[in-house]
C-alpha cells in the first residue's frame, strides 16, 4: 500500500504564472488535506476535500488559490498567477475518516516562485 | 485563542544523551495531543498521540510524551538519542471529535545531534 504521493517534488515558476500541485492519497482515502509550511512555521491549514467536494476551505487565501478532489484522479492544488510570497512546502494529507487519528503525510511540493 | 508553543528553536544534544522537548498549547476543548517528526525532504511521521487515558504515551521510535493538564503541557522525551533522531519535530494539537482540518502545529523545534 503505497503512501500518500505527491508531484512533483520541487517547482519551480516565474512570477505571474500557475502552480499545479497534485496528491493521491493512501489507497482507501477519500478525505485529503492541504497544508503549507513557510520557513521556519509550522504547518497551517489550508482547505479539506472529499471526493468532488470541498469540505472547509477557512485556510485557502480568497484569490489565486483553488483546489479540487475529482472522482478520478489525484487531488489538485492550483496556484495562479504565484508571486514570491506562495514560495513555500505544501504537504498534502489523507485519511479514511474525518478525524486526525489516521492522518498520513506525502513529502510534499517544495514550490519556489522566481 | 487557540495555540501552540514550542518554545525552543534549535536543540543540540549529545549521541546517547537524553532529550526533552517542549510543548505547551492553549485550547478550548479536551485537547487530541501530537507529535511528529519531520525529516529532510519529507512529510510528517507521527511518533505518538494522546487523547484519554494514562497521561505517559508510549511512540515509535523509542519516544514517549506526558500529558500534564495543570502545566498545559505535552513534552516529548527519549532516554539516549540516536543520530538518526536528527530532525524537526513538531507538536500539534486538535479537538477530540473534530476534523483534522483543525488542528494547529507548533514552529517546531530542529534538534541536531552531536557525534
Known amino acids: 500500500n503505497a503512501g500518500v504521493m505527491q508531484n512533483p517534488r520541487h517547482l519551480v515558476r516565474r512570477r505571474g504564472q500557475e502552480a499545479r500541485l497534485r496528491c493521491s492519497p493512501m489507497?482507501?482515502?477519500?478525505?485529503v488535506y492541504w497544508y503549507r509550511q513557510l520557513p521556519e512555521e509550522g504547518l497551517k491549514f489550508m482547505v479539506y476535500?472529499?471526493?468532488?467536494?470541498?469540505?472547509?476551505e477557512s485556510g485557502m487565501p480568497k484569490e489565486r488559490f483553488s483546489a479540487e478532489f475529482p472522482k478520478e484522479g489525484p487531488s489538485i492544488l492550483r496556484i495562479q498567477q504565484v508571486v514570491r510570497g506562495d514560495s513555500a512546502a505544501y504537504f498534502c494529507?489523507?485519511?479514511?475518516?474525518?478525524?486526525?487519528?489516521?492522518?498520513?503525510f506525502g513529502s510534499g511540493t517544495q514550490l519556489s516562485v522566481l | 485563542a487557540q495555540s501552540v508553543t514550542q518554545p525552543d528553536i534549535h536543540i543540540t544534544v549529545s549521541e546517547g544523551a537524553s532529550l526533552e522537548l517542549r510543548c505547551n498549547y492553549s485550547y478550548g476543548a479536551t485537547p487530541y495531543l501530537f507529535w511528529y517528526v519531520q525529516s529532510p525532504g519529507q512529510g510528517l511521521q507521527l511518533l505518538l498521540k494522546y487523547f484519554s487515558g494514562d497521561t505517559l504515551v508510549q511512540g515509535i521510535k523509542g519516544f514517549e510524551a506526558e500529558f500534564k493538564r495543570s502545566q498545559s503541557s505535552f513534552n516529548l522525551r527519549k532516554p539516549s538519542v540516536h543520530w538518526s533522531d536528527a530532525a524537526e519535530y513538531f507538536c500539534a494539537v486538535g479537538a477530540i471529535g473534530s476534523s483534522a482540518s483543525k488542528i494547529i502545529f507548533g514552529s517546531g523545534t530542529r534538534l541536531s545531534i552531536r557525534p
Open positions: 489507497k482507501g482515502h477519500s478525505h
Open positions: 494529507a489523507s485519511s479514511p475518516t474525518p478525524g486526525p487519528e489516521k492522518l498520513f
Open positions: 476535500l472529499q471526493k468532488e467536494n470541498i469540505i472547509d
